[in-house]
T-cell receptor
Framework: AQSVTQLGSHVSVSEGALVLLRCNYS??????LFWYVQYPNQGLQLLLK??????LVKGINGFEAEFKKSETSFHLTKPSAHMSDAAEYFC????????????FGQGTILTVHP | DSGVTQTPKHLITATGQRVTLRCSPR?????VYWYQQSLDQGLQFLIQ???????AKGNILERFSAQQFPDLHSELNLSSLELGDSALYFC?????????????FGPGTRLTVL
């Protein structure tokens, strides 16, 4: 069975600071990994995904994530936070046998202070 | 705008009632997924349809059912509603069944059971 653990339900950073949101996965087969963002009262929007090509994945809005098999991690980073990055972020996993079904982490709420 | 539409946006009903949530996928997408988002359970996969056929089932209660119609829109039926069914219900669509396919999420239907 697949599972995802997001360390830290709340992360607070200052504008311009590094953003680091942590995600660890558990999967019995090679996983596909996703980061989604949810703004208040909106649906989820894909930031980036890992599908077994390059381990460093670049996404929208300056975000990137690195797949590290040895650490079973897929942490999301952004060098410089912007006020507009304040939202809830979800890490999710699927695999080739799941017909695309996503298993989500519990989410991390990012707060950006001026 | 993801291209996925969901109606209604809000639904308030009483315990024991039955409701129907509707989803129209992005043009060209054949897969529809339903997810439930609640404070205690987080984001959970309910069920998936591909081109009119059920393909994967998650933590969906027996009181809940879904279908995908020939025009590819989908409906999620919730019956004998309980207070605990109050949640945000998301529909997502993707082109195919692959674990690598991006799922595009609708804005959600917020269900409140009183």
């Amino acid at each position: 069975a697949q599972s995802v653990t997001q360390l830290g339900s709340h992360v607070s950073v200052s504008e311009g600071a590094l953003v680091l949101l942590r995600c660890n996965y558990s999967s019995s087969v090679p996983p596909y990994l996703f980061w989604y963002v949810q703004y208040p009262n909106q649906g989820l929007q894909l930031l980036l995904k890992y599908t077994s090509a390059a381990t460093l994945v670049k996404g929208i809005n300056g975000f990137e994530a690195e797949f590290k098999k040895s650490e079973t991690s897929f942490h999301l980073t952004k060098p410089s936070a912007h006020m507009s990055d304040a939202a809830e972020y979800f890490c999710a996993v699927s695999d080739h046998s799941s017909y695309g079904k996503l298993t989500f982490g519990q989410g991390t709420i990012l707060t950006v202070h001026p | 705008d993801s291209g996925v539409t969901q109606t209604p946006k809000h639904l308030i009903t009483a315990t024991g009632q039955r409701v129907t949530l509707r989803c129209s996928p992005r043009s060209g997408d054949l897969s529809v997924y339903w997810y439930q988002q609640s404070l205690d359970q987080g984001l959970q996969f309910l069920i998936q349809y591909y081109n009119g056929e059920e393909r994967a089932k998650g933590n969906i209660l027996e009181r809940f059912s879904a279908q995908q119609f020939p025009d590819l829109h989908s409906e999620l039926n919730l019956s004998s509603l309980e207070l605990g069914d109050s949640a945000l219900y998301f529909c997502a669509s993707s082109f195919g069944l692959a674990g690598t396919d991006t799922q595009y999420f609708g804005p959600g239907t917020r269900l409140t059971v009183l």
